[in-house]
């Protein structure tokens, strides 16, 4: 196997570095760099530089070349605060992540995706979110773990690093496999509601593509309100709750 062009893209936009930027730590010009990604002759030597300075295996780039998750089949939370380096690093784990879930499912029963498409209720989150419970046989009660239940459902969840923390979380649909990757670096509460509201992009957007404009954002939020606290549910701990005397 020759060297991958593409593993040597997503390396580096892992680790959020310019062309230039990985020629200077890898002792190499940038042309030498743009050339490697642009598919050209690797020798050993400057491979072996590469991957030192990347922090990767040397292994690593002498693999087949994983698909890349495009940044238009992805739903992003705050695009507007998050720099294309950042977006580009997202991107680049949520490929390794799709391979390292290539990797377990070949040799691991995992279980299959269970979502339905409530791309008709996009108008009503609310109804989509109460659907999606019965679907699941939930009724009103409290969730008790929300990841240990989307892994159950089939939902792939996996975590950004740190070098991604203006990335809240995305999600993405991956053939018939759902994906969420979520910021390690939020609160347990915060983390419980992105995974919510990225489960809302799952199933009310799987046939829209990327939906990153404001009112998909409002209604993948209004989703996982309802879905995590449902209104029923809701009304029977305030009418519990004693009238001041």
């Known amino acids: 196997m020759s060297f991958s062009a593409h593993r040597l893209t997503i390396a580096r936009q892992r680790r959020k570095l310019t062309g230039k930027e990985l020629g200077e730590i890898a002792g190499l010009t940038p042309v030498t760099v743009s050339k490697a990604e642009n598919g050209h002759q690797v020798e050993p030597g400057t491979a072996e530089r590469l991957a030192n300075a990347?922090?990767?295996p040397l292994e690593f780039f002498y693999l087949e070349a994983p698909a890349m998750v495009e940044a238009d089949?992805?739903?992003?939370?705050?695009l507007k605060k998050m720099s294309a380096a950042e977006r580009?690093?997202?991107l680049a784990a949520g490929s390794l992540g799709v391979e390292l879930y290539e990797w377990i499912e070949s040799r691991f029963d995992l279980p299959k995706a269970d979502l339905i498409d409530l791309n008709k209720e996009r108008s009503r989150p609310e109804s989509a979110a109460r659907l999606l419970r019965q679907h699941w046989g939930?009724?009103?009660r409290p969730i008790g773990n929300m990841l240990k239940l989307l892994e159950s459902k089939g939902v792939r969840v996996l975590s950004l690093s740190e070098n991604t923390r203006n990335v809240d979380a995305y999600s993405f649909w991956r053939g018939d496999h759902?994906?969420?990757f979520l910021n390690q670096e939020k609160s347990a509460e915060r983390s419980i509601f992105d995974s919510a509201h990225e489960l809302g992009h799952l199933v009310l957007h799987h046939h829209a593509g990327a939906r990153n404009d404001k009112g998909a954002e409002f209604q993948a939020d209004q989703f996982a309100s309802a879905f995590l606290m449902p209104e029923h549910d809701v009304k029977n701990d305030l009418s519990s709750?004693?009238?001041p005397q």
């Open 54 to 56: 990347l922090g990767f």
């Open 73 to 78: 089949t992805v739903s992003f939370r705050s």
């Open 88 to 90: 580009d690093a997202s």
């Open 138 to 140: 939930l009724g009103d």
């Open 178 to 180: 759902p994906y969420i």
């Open 241 to 243: 709750i004693a009238s």
